[in-house]
């Protein structure tokens, strides 16, 4: 329990705040004024995603064009990450990189691809190459339900992609180059790998938005998932210098996971959901990095049949997700769009458990009314059960 500091100590420290705390971390390099951080989204993966699917696409970027992808292919052939793959280095160096198409959260029978891109690399007039690569993101999440090789599989199957008209490539980008992937088709790739094909791509012709966008989201992957900044060091100087106030802030900062997880427990009651677990000091809660985990069976559930079947909410630090438990082992996918909505509320959230729970109450209340409409996405999951575990 931190020290809990006297009343002058408190004030000193508002009075000079910005002298004390502000004005070094600016001086370091923190830039409170990024959009990334004015936001509050530095972790977010579905952003990341959306960054990443529009620099890869030259139709939106048209001043980028296609020189971050060419980039990419560089410097995953001199990693020698697609060495296997049969895409000659000069190829992508000197070719054309034509009909590309970048989709986001790429529908599968079974689960949403989070990047998928698909283009043709022209040698000459007469000789040209199809690739497509698959992304599977992850930020502050893992993997689960065995995605990479359902996503392989899909791919490996579906009527375009399968033969060797395209050159397939599967990649798992995550912050630690060091997690590990069964299948050895994928590969890993960190974000420093990203940030040094953005320090590679030209950005002389773009204006300056997207200039600031690239500038903000270099700094963002360098602080957040490279430890590549002074501002982290004179943090922890001020940390030092401070510690028995800032202590005493910590523990007394508003928890809006436990916030949610008490609004959720009552709105589930309400809707007539028999919690099964709840339990925010389990073992399990606490090897997942502050999640607290949510599992519940419905009316829909139990009527239909199903008395060993259960959703589970997981409430993490900057994501929910939304998934369906089966006998402890998770099933199904993410229903998309409670999945997006509730991203978009949880930013809300950040703020608002600090002035306004009530507002708080009533997001969730949104959600949670969403999900248990007829034909909403809970109905879907019993159906999706009922079809033999396919997407209703």
């Known amino acids: 329990m931190a020290k809990i500091p006297t009343k002058e100590e408190l004030e000193d420290f508002a009075l000079n705040f910005d002298k004390n705390i502000e004005k070094p971390l600016i001086d370091a390099g923190y830039d409170s004024y990024n959009i990334f951080n004015i936001l509050n989204i530095k972790r977010q993966e579905l952003v990341h995603s959306d960054v990443l699917a529009f620099l890869f696409n030259p139709n939106q970027n048209d001043k980028i064009n296609c020189n971050f992808l060419r980039n990419f292919l560089i410097m995953l052939i001199q990693s020698k990450q697609i060495s296997e793959f049969a895409i000659e280095f000069f190829d992508v160096l000197y070719g054309t990189l034509k009909n590309v198409s970048v989709y986001r959260e790429h529908p599968t029978p079974d689960g949403r691809i989070d990047i998928l891109v698909d283009f043709e690399i022209s040698k000459n007039q007469k000789?040209?190459?199809k690739v497509v690569i698959v992304i599977e993101n992850k930020v502050d999440s893992e993997q689960?339900?065995?995605?990479?090789?359902?996503y392989k599989n899909y791919i490996e199957n579906i009527s375009k992609y399968k033969g060797k008209e395209y050159q397939r490539i599967y990649l798992y980008l995550t912050p630690n180059k060091f997690d590990l992937v069964e299948d050895n088709q994928w590969k890993v790739i960190d974000y420093k790998f990203i940030s040094q094909v953005l320090d590679r791509t030209n950005l002389e012709n773009t204006d300056n938005s997207i200039n600031t966008l690239i500038e903000d989201y270099?700094?963002?992957?360098?602080?957040?998932?490279?430890?590549?900044t002074k501002a982290k060091e004179t943090a922890l100087k001020i940390y030092k210098s401070n510690q028995d106030i800032l202590d005493f802030i910590f523990e007394n900062r508003?928890?809006?996971i436990d916030e949610s997880s008490e609004i959720l427990c009552k709105l589930l009651e309400e809707k007539g959901a028999k919690l099964v677990i709840y339990n925010k000091d389990s073992e399990l809660v606490q090897n997942k990095k502050r999640n607290q985990y949510l599992m519940f069976q419905t009316n829909e559930l139990l009527s239909a049949g199903y008395k060993n079947h259960y959703f589970l909410i997981i409430i993490k630090y900057l994501s929910l997700e939304f998934r369906m438990n089966v006998s402890q082992k998770q099933t199904g996918t993410h229903p998309q769009k409670l999945f997006q909505d509730t991203e978009r509320k949880i930013k809300e959230f950040q703020k608002n458990v600090i002035s306004d729970i009530d507002q708080m109450k009533l997001d969730w209340r949104q959600v949670i009314d969403e999900a248990f409409k007829p034909h909403g996405i809970i109905q879907q999951w019993v159906d999706s059960l009922k079809n033999g575990g396919k997407n209703a």
């Open 254 to 256: 508003p928890n809006w």
């Open 127 to 129: 000789s040209s190459q």
């Open 144 to 150: 689960h339900d065995n995605q990479l090789e359902r």
């Open 218 to 228: 270099k700094k963002i992957i360098r602080s957040e998932f490279m430890n590549e």
